[in-house]
Nanobody, 116 residues
Framework: EVQLVESGGGLVQPGESLSLSCAAS????????MSWVRQAPGKWLEWVSD????????SYAESMKGRFTMSRDNAKNTVYLRMNSLKPEDTAVYYC?????????WGQGTLVTVSS
C-alpha cells in the first residue's frame, strides 16, 4: 500500500521558517518524482514544487521561488520542503504527492499557519 505521511506543520510568525517532511512507503521511492501541493482555506489546490527522482531537478511556483527549497533523501524515502520568509498567504494545508505533473498518490496533509 502506498503511503505518504507529512509532518512538520505548525504555527509560525511572518518572516519565520519551517521545514516539512514527507515519509514514503509501499513503493520504490526513487522510481518517482515527487511534488508538494497546498490548499489555502477556501481556495483551490495550488502546486508548490516538484523534484525529479534523483533530486537533480526541482521546479517551483513563481510565488515560492527563492523562499522554498524542495529536497529528497532516497536512502530515507523522504522528501522535504524548507520554507523561509513565510507570509500569511502561505497559510494552507500542505500535501505531499507522488509524481510530477500527474499525481497518483497523496498524503493526508499538514497544516501550516502563518500569523502574528
Amino acid at each position: 500500500e502506498v503511503q505518504l505521511v507529512e509532518s512538520g506543520g505548525g504555527l509560525v510568525q511572518p518572516g519565520e521558517s519551517l521545514s516539512l517532511s514527507c515519509a514514503a512507503s509501499g513503493f520504490t521511492f526513487d522510481d518517482y518524482g515527487m511534488s508538494w501541493v497546498r490548499q489555502a482555506p477556501g481556495k483551490w489546490l495550488e502546486w508548490v514544487s516538484d523534484i525529479s527522482w534523483n533530486g537533480v531537478s526541482t521546479s517551483y511556483a513563481e510565488s515560492m521561488k527563492g523562499r522554498f527549497t524542495m529536497s529528497r533523501d532516497n536512502a530515507k524515502n523522504t522528501v522535504y520542503l524548507r520554507m523561509n520568509s513565510l507570509k500569511p498567504e502561505d497559510t494552507a494545508v500542505y500535501y505531499c504527492a507522488r509524481g510530477r505533473g500527474g499525481l497518483d498518490a497523496w498524503g493526508q496533509g499538514t497544516l501550516v499557519t502563518v500569523s502574528s
